[in-house]
Structure formats: structure tokens, C-alpha cells
T-cell receptor, first 111, second 116 residues
Framework: GESVGLHLPTLSVQEGDNSIINCAYS??????FIWYKQESGKGPQFIID?????DKRQGQRVTVLLNKTVKHLSLQIAATQPGDSAVYFC??????????FGQGTTLQVKP | GAVVSQHPSWVICKSGTSVKIECRSL??????MFWYRQFPKQSLMLMAT?????????EQGVEKDKFLINHASLTLSTLTVTSAHPEDSSFYIC????????????FGSGTQLSVL
């Protein structure tokens, strides 16, 4: 079935370093992808999105890269801060137009 | 930005009772709302799609008689967990969007349900 997965369940980085969170998706028909940040006990918060006709999109301190050839999505966070500590999910639209969430990566930022 | 309010943020109930969770779009009209369920350290699983004025569409494996969804107005959808059991304990999250654009999907803050 359709699935969106992440390569690593936990990522630990030093404050100030760059973070790269990866995601593999299986549905080649997906045309829209979103990265969310979820802090403990809260709902997901939109970070950045990208459409399938693009391979890179930048926001403030964040960049999303899309490689459709290998069905891979990544989120890069520059100069990671303690406030970035959270669980990060990628999500894709799949065939149905509904959001399918990946399993999540926990980002731990060490001071 | 757009705000989706979810209430209550946490609830504890006895086994066999029913619990209602509300999801409100505060500054836009939401023709579509989604309800998700999330177990600890797991991803969000879509339970159902709630459409204003019509019956909800449930995902495979979700009992519609167990999880009653009502979307009576363009700003309010409710999820009622009927005859709750300990295995229903979970984090429930709603999301809403104006129109059909997922780019405009906003999430509530979630409801932690604990069934004793």
C-alpha cells in the first residue's frame, strides 16, 4: 500500500549545526509534499511545502529538496536551535488528495 | 494566520462512557475537516473526512458507529467516541481547510483522551 517513511527515527545534532531529515515516499503519483513540526502534546505545525514540479524550495532557515527519481524528500534546517527540537513529519497527497503522513523523525538539539 | 481550535485539550473518562471533541475554525469557513488519531511515538493516522452538511467518509478499519462525526456548520465539526474503552486512549487531532486546497490545511492543538 501507500506509505511514506523516514530513514531515521531519531536525529541528534549540536546547536548551531545544520540538520537534515530524510523521507522516502512510495507513491510516484503524489504531486504535493509538506513538512510538519510537532511539539509534544500539540498538533502539527506547517513548516514548508513543495510541489512535484520543483526540486528545491527555501524558507527561513529551512530548505526542502525533492528527488522524484528516487522518491526522496529531505528537510534541511540551518543553524539548528534548541527550539527546533520536535518530531518532524513529511506528508504527501497520494492518489486520494488526502495527506498521508510518514512515521516521523525526532530531532534532538544538544546545547 | 488561520486558527483551528480544538476542545478539550485533554479528557479522562471512565470505560463505557462517551466523549465529545470539538473542532472549530475560528476565522474561516471549513467545508472539509479531517480527524486524525495518533498513538505515542507514532504517526498521524487519518480516521475520517468530515464534510459540512453530509455524512463523514471513514477510512478503512475505522468504525463509524464507534467514532461519530458531525459537521453541522461550516465552522464546527465534532468527534464523539462512543462507549470508550482503554484501547481508545489516544491523541486525537482535527484539521480544517477553506475550500479544497491542502496548502491551506490547519491543525488543531489535539485532544489527549485517557480512558480508565
Amino acid at each position: 500500500g501507500e506509505s511514506v517513511g523516514l530513514h531515521l527515527p531519531t536525529l541528534s545534532v549540536q546547536e548551531g549545526d545544520n540538520s537534515i531529515i530524510n523521507c522516502a515516499y512510495s507513491n510516484s503519483a503524489s504531486d504535493y509534499f509538506i513538512w510538519y513540526k510537532q511539539e509534544s502534546g500539540k498538533g502539527p505545525q506547517f513548516i514548508i511545502d513543495i510541489r512535484s514540479n520543483m526540486d528545491k524550495r527555501q524558507g527561513q532557515r529551512v530548505t526542502v529538496l525533492l528527488n522524484k527519481t528516487v522518491k526522496h524528500l529531505s528537510l534541511q534546517i540551518a543553524a539548528t536551535q534548541p527550539g527546533d527540537s520536535a518530531v518532524y513529519f513529511c506528508a504527501e497527497t497520494g492518489n486520494t488528495g488526502k495527506l498521508i503522513f510518514g512515521q516521523g523523525t525526532t530531532l534532538q538539539v544538544k546545547p | 494566520g488561520a486558527v483551528v481550535s480544538q476542545h478539550p485539550s485533554w479528557v479522562i473518562c471512565k470505560s463505557g462512557t462517551s466523549v465529545k471533541i470539538e473542532c472549530r475554525s475560528l476565522d474561516f469557513q471549513a467545508t472539509t475537516m479531517f480527524w486524525y488519531r495518533q498513538f505515542p511515538k507514532q504517526s498521524l493516522m487519518l480516521m475520517a473526512t468530515s464534510n459540512e452538511g453530509s455524512k463523514a467518509t471513514y477510512e478503512q478499519g475505522v468504525e463509524k458507529d464507534k467514532f461519530l462525526i458531525n459537521h453541522a456548520s461550516l465552522t464546527l465539526s465534532t468527534l464523539t467516541v462512543t462507549s470508550a474503552h482503554p484501547e481508545d486512549s489516544s491523541f486525537y487531532i482535527c484539521s480544517a481547510m477553506p475550500g479544497q486546497k491542502l496548502e491551506k490545511l490547519f491543525f488543531g492543538s489535539g485532544t489527549q483522551l485517557s480512558v480508565l
